[in-house]
């Protein structure tokens, strides 16, 4: 099982990203997938979620509005559009796969690092 996450960087205030998460070695159609963030000395927050199907969204208070998570099945992907970046933004962003409740069927990407400063 792989989840690889690319996108990352250094963005200006203001500007804008677009993390992908690919997915391998697992039925990705049938897993909800998440994006998280974490910073130093804090845990891992959860940033936006999409069910297996892609028919329901949900987002933390803090990036309504900004941030769009996506996926795309048949290439085992999914995505996380990122507009209108804040410093606190800054952070490693993480991909998660989980089937359903399942707690061993739960898998997590490498991080990929986001820093927003001008």
């Known amino acids: 099982v792989h989840l690889v996450e690319s996108g990352g960087g250094l963005v200006q205030p203001g500007g804008s990203l677009r993390l992908s998460c690919v997915a391998s070695?697992?039925?990705?159609?049938?897993?909800?997938m998440k994006w998280f963030r974490q910073t130093p000395g804090k845990g891992r927050e959860l940033v936006a979620a999409i069910t297996s199907t892609g028919r329901d969204t949900d987002y933390a208070d803090s990036v309504k509005g900004r941030f769009t998570i996506s996926r795309n099945n048949d290439k085992m992907t999914v995505y996380q559009q990122m507009n209108s970046l804040k410093p606190e933004d800054t952070a490693v962003y993480y991909c998660?796969?989980?089937?359903?409740?399942?707690?061993?069927?739960?898998?997590w990407g490498q991080g990929t690092h986001v820093t927003v400063s001008s």
């Open positions: 070695g697992f039925t990705f159609n049938m897993y909800d």
């Open positions: 998660n796969a989980k089937l359903g409740a399942s707690r061993r069927y739960d898998y």
